[in-house]
């Protein structure tokens, strides 16, 4: 193994992104070859070893591009270690209980044999795109909800599992 590893990630105002920053700095940590990439721009998976997916949810979907590279990879993803992970709760409870992955994202892992998800709360700020969001704003539930340190510790276990090898 070459220790190249993709996080693929879908987000509409930049909340999910960097999430899939982080996990892929600490996958360099750990002396992987890791990069960040919105899922709409990467052309193949041929070139990486493993993948990390993830995607925002809004309104109980993940995000349009993860859905997306994960229907356009499905073949080149099977076979190759697969980790997903969500964002979005806008609440504290990501932090609090395990989130099990929506119905479309449960299916998506089964396609392609994932090994793991989690979900990572959300972030939504003043700024946000979409009229759905500046509803959410108006109504005074946006804030960041995201765990660094959970989403460390969740991508320290990746590195470890591909380290190990």
């Known amino acids: 193994m070459t220790g190249r590893v993709l996080v ?5 105002n930049g909340s ?21 990439r919105p899922a709409g721009s990467v052309p193949g998976v041929t070139p990486y070893d493993a993948v990390v997916v993830g995607g925002a949810l809004y309104a109980g979907r993940w995000q349009k591009d993860a859905r997306r590279f994960v229907r356009r990879h499905r073949r080149a993803l099977t076979g190759r270690p697969v980790w997903f992970f ?32 989690i979900t990572f709360g959300g972030c939504l700020e003043e700024g946000a795109k979409g009229r759905i969001a500046g509803l959410i704003l108006r109504d005074g539930k946006g804030g960041d909800f995201r765990d660094f340190p959970a989403i460390e510790t969740w991508a320290a276990g990746i590195a470890a599992e591909l380290t190990a090898r």
């Open 86 to 117: 969500s964002s979005g709760p806008l609440d504290p409870s990501a932090s609090e209980r395990d989130i099990p992955p929506e119905a479309g994202v449960r299916r998506a892992m089964d396609r392609v044999d994932a090994r793991e998800h």
């Open 16 to 36: 999910t992104a960097r999430i899939a920053e982080t996990v892929a700095g600490v996958l360099r940590e750990a002396g992987l070859a890791a990069e960040a």
């Open 8 to 12: 693929a990630y879908g987000s509409t």
